[in-house]
């Protein structure tokens, strides 16, 4: 009986780790900057590592018909507005305004209940990650390369993301990560209740 519960515990294990391994995601590949001046040889302009497509004329994709004022971007499968200036702001008479963090967040909400942005009702506040993965680090002031692949009316340096900035005791979980789009995609903390640096771009995952 003994040796029949030692097999049947060996077995299971085995079986546990085979399914464990079996599922296991692939590494996730990290895109090169788009860095592409070199400096010093050994930097990032001269090696240019990681996974080609940054730069590529055909990473943003425009979109048709209904998803006219939306792009896609192939290299991470993120479908972004195209246009902040049509984004509805809860409260305000103007799209595209900024807002507080929380508003950001319930804006989005309204706007897949009533107004699908390109027939979508899956929007959301992007995480500084995804926020992080439109910068270009060949560019100093994001706009112009930003405006070169397809979007429009980036008028906000400062960008929400839904990423609480945990940082020092003043900050703690009042602030939100922003990214600042005019000075080369820094990342920095700002006040949640801030009402007039905070713009709202919202993305969607690819189906």
Wanted: aromatic share 8%; glycine share 10%.
């Amino acid at each position: 009986m003994n040796s029949q519960i030692i097999k049947f515990l060996s077995l299971f294990l085995c079986c546990s780790l085979v399914a464990e391994y079996a599922v296991a995601a692939p590494p996730a590949p990290i895109p090169q900057t788009g860095q592409t001046q070199s400096n010093l040889a050994g930097d990032d302009g001269s090696l240019q590592k990681g996974t080609i497509g940054t730069n590529s004329a055909a990473r943003f994709v425009a979109g048709r018909g209904v998803e006219a004022n939306c792009v896609t971007d192939k290299q991470t499968g993120l479908m972004w507005v195209k246009d902040l200036k049509t984004i509805p702001i809860k409260g305000s008479a103007t799209s595209g305004s900024p807002t507080t963090w929380q508003n950001a967040i319930d804006s989005i909400s309204d706007i897949n209940v009533t107004k699908k942005l390109c027939g979508h009702d899956d929007w959301r506040l992007p995480n500084i990650k995804e926020l992080r993965s439109l910068v270009n680090y060949g560019y100093g002031n994001q706009l112009p390369w930003l405006a070169k692949n397809g979007f429009t009316n980036l008028d906000g340096n400062y960008i929400w993301s839904s990423t609480t900035g945990y940082g020092t005791p003043s900050f703690s979980v009042a602030a939100a990560l922003v990214v600042d789009m005019y000075s080369g995609g820094t990342v920095g903390r700002a006040d949640k209740t801030e009402t007039s640096l905070g713009h709202v771009w919202p993305v969607r995952n690819l189906k």
